[in-house]
């Protein structure tokens, strides 16, 4: 690299790791106002990319792999040549880790990864394979693209669930030797063809993903040693092994492997590749029928769980920071939530009660209805009715000066005649009216009775 922090436009951030035929950066595409891509690239070793027949294949595959576009492939965005820098592949960037990762922390942590999320697993990347085994060009030709390196490695799992199958077109020119005849590759996820060097076709794909299926149950090779799961044979007598189909079902080595399951395993993985699943797709709905049969729900989620429960969310920017404790116990608090969801529920019943409250009210409850359904919402209408009382006008108190003072003034008004009729009129009528509230209206507080003012 020209500069420690700068590949060709590419801002560096870190460097992820390095394979076969290449070092692996999380990288930032430049655009305009400050924003930024995040984005992988992958820098083919300098030492490969200088032979002519490597480049010729490589950028052959290249041309391949820019045309995939399915969710469970990891997209190729471009190919580049910077001269000494080398060939660069920039591709979608999985936040997340590699299933041999996951598979590696498990095994330390003597712990598995649950068998039917395993399965899923397997199903997401068999639905990428499949589209690019199908995969024609722009005549309708099929590209008979096959993938060559199907492993724990390529198989990238994203923090959020989602899988994806990395290394896609580019894989053959990973196992790329300068002396034909020779091969070179992960030979424990090759098919007995490919060891054999023979011509290889989809199906030698969907071997290699019983492989990985088997290794993900296990959690052991299907060629490592009986007597310690650790040990794998050495190259040449790993070939052999994988030529002859010399493996032993994964039931063997641990138990609870569900049976639909490990049957999945052992027809991927058979010998002859007529007896094999014929397409990756019909492996998936195989894996599919399975999770149905056994009324197994598995989905990205699970897959989110499981990689954070192993793996955590590590902070893989710089500018991340490691999950808090606080962060870890609103993961564990989940549970907690559904529970709250219940909780929540009977919360949302509240305010219905409230909404029904005001249609209560309008119920003019006479004091019968109080007594037959002392109810809550009657209590309500209860409220209502005192209010009701309270905010009655009240009634006029006859001993209210400034009502005595017009009263007088009325009065007042008269001439001396009609005065003296008025007085005498309010007199008697106040010695006929019974009692009132205790008060007994008089001279200046009865009512007038109605159309009195005319007699007046
Ligand atoms: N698109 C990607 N997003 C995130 N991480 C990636 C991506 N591609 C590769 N990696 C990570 O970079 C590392 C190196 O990947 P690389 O493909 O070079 O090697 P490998 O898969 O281990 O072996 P192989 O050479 O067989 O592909 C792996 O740990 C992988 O998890
Ligand atoms: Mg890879």
Redesign the pocket.
């Known amino acids: 690299m020209s500069s420690a922090e700068r590949l060709a436009s590419f801002e560096i951030i870190k460097r992820?790791?390095?394979?076969?035929?290449?070092e692996?950066f999380l990288a930032k595409k430049l655009g305009a106002e400050g924003t930024y891509k995040l984005l992988?690239l992958?820098r083919i070793h300098p030492s490969h990319a200088r032979s002519r027949r490597f480049r010729a294949m490589f950028v052959e595959e290249a041309h391949l792999a820019t045309r995939l576009n399915h969710p469970n492939i990891?997209q190729v965005y471009e190919f580049l040549d910077h001269g000494d820098e080398g060939l660069l592949l920039a591709?979608?960037?999985?936040e997340g880790?590699?299933l041999g990762r996951l598979m590696s922390v498990a095994r330390q942590k003597g712990t598995r990864i649950p068998p039917w999320v395993s399965a899923y697993i397997i199903a997401e990347a068999a639905k990428g394979l499949h589209y690019a085994h199908e995969r024609r060009d722009e005549g309708g030709s099929p590209l008979a693209i096959v993938h060559r390196?199907v492993?724990p490695?390529?198989i990238?799992l994203s923090i959020e669930g989602a899988v994806k199958i990395?290394?896609f077109g580019i894989a053959s020119a990973?196992l790329f030797r300068e002396e034909p005849g020779t091969l070179k590759g992960?030979f424990g996820y090759m098919s007995p063809e490919q060891a054999r060097g023979e011509r290889v076709d989809r199906r030698s794909d969907i071997y290699g993903l019983g492989v990985v299926l088997y290794e993900v149950l296990a959690l052991r090779s299907p060629y490592a040693s009986k007597a310690d799961p650790n040990v794998k044979p050495q190259d040449e007598e790993l070939l052999e092994a994988v030529r002859n189909g010399n493996f032993l079902p994964p039931s063997e080595h641990v138990g609870e492997i569900p049976s639909e399951l490990e049957a999945i395993v052992m027809r991927a993985m058979s010998h002859d590749r007529e007896d094999r699943f014929q397409t990756a797709r019909d492996m998936a709905g195989a894996i599919g029928r399975a999770l149905l049969a056994k009324q197994e729900l598995v989905d990205a989620s699970n897959i989110e769980t499981v990689v954070t429960m192993l793996l955590g969310r590590s902070s893989i920017l710089p500018s991340a920071p490691p999950p808090s404790e606080a962060a870890q116990q609103t993961l564990a608090a989940i549970p907690q939530k559904r529970a709250n969801t219940a909780g929540l529920a009977e919360q949302d019943d509240e305010p219905k009660v409230s909404v029904r409250r005001p249609r209560e009210v309008r119920h003019v409850a006479g004091p019968r209805d109080a007594a037959r359904r002392p109810t809550r919402a009657r209590a309500g209408g209860g409220q209502r009715r005192r209010l009701q009382t309270r905010v009655r006008k009240p009634p006029r108190d006859p001993r209210s000066h400034r009502l005595q003072a017009r009263r007088a003034l009325d009065v007042d008004r008269l001439g001396p005649s009609r005065r003296a009729a008025r007085l005498d009129h309010r007199h008697r009528r106040a010695a006929r009216e019974p009692v009132a509230g205790g008060v007994r209206r008089g001279l200046s507080g009865g009512r007038r009775p109605r159309g009195a003012r005319g007699r007046v």
């Open positions: 992820l790791g390095a394979g076969g035929m290449a692996v992988v992958k990891v591709m979608e960037y999985v880790y590699d390196d492993s490695q390529n990238l990395a290394d990973n992960k």
